[in-house]
């Protein structure tokens, strides 16, 4: 009687890394995931065009604070508030209240509803979520609109990645050869985060650049 194993069975796995936060690239035919440490301050995304960047700072399971600026205007949202500062107005925004809040004005809205916090800036729109997980309280950003044919740059800024998978538990990225190992990663993309597998690979090979080119030394 022939026996069947699966795909997870034969394909090479590591374990997660404990004081590393993974991430996420959406590609066919599989999705890959990367491992970046807990507490670095990151550039997300930066478009000089627009004057735009977003900033977070990671806790033990996403992050704890980003910051938004956006010309002279800035929001600072946390697992606890969010305030929004422009030079004439100073707004708050308190998660967990039971009717949606909002503010708008020239280029820039902001809605909250729930755990979600809706924002627009320009021609960036970015939703960020609130997780909750074994008692922790985290925040996950998930880009929803960005200018198309952009000097984006930042983790965020890549949405995208085409890779071609090879013998021996190897991917070609950019023409370049990469051990990967079969893998999985929460996706709090989605209010739900469910477990999806991935094909884990280096930082360096998943972004195209090293950790140090996207760290900060403030937000």
Sequence with gaps: MATFISETEILPTSPRAVRDVRFLISAQPKQICYDTPVGQKLRLLLDHSSDLSINGQLSDEGFKIIAIHYKTAKLLVSPAKSVYTDGEN??????????????????????????????????????????????????????????????????????????????????????????????????????????VECWLVPFQSALQGELSDFTLSQL
Aim: proline fraction near 6%; aromatic fraction near 10%.
């Design 90 to 195: 100073t707004v708050t925004f308190v998660w967990g209240q039971p009717d949606p809040d909002s503010h708008e004005s020239d280029s820039v809205s902001i809605f909250l509803r729930s755990n979600e916090l809706d924002v627009t800036m320009g021609t960036v729109r970015v939703v960020f979520l609130l997780h909750k997980k074994a008692g922790d309280v985290f925040l996950w950003p998930v880009v929803h609109q960005q200018p198309k044919n952009a000097n984006i740059q930042g983790i965020l800024g890549k949405t995208d990645l085409q890779f071609e998978e090879l013998s021996g538990s190897k991917l070609k990225i950019k023409d370049q050869e990469v051990e990967a190992f079969w893998s999985s990663a929460i996706d709090y993309r989605f209010p739900a985060a469910p477990s």
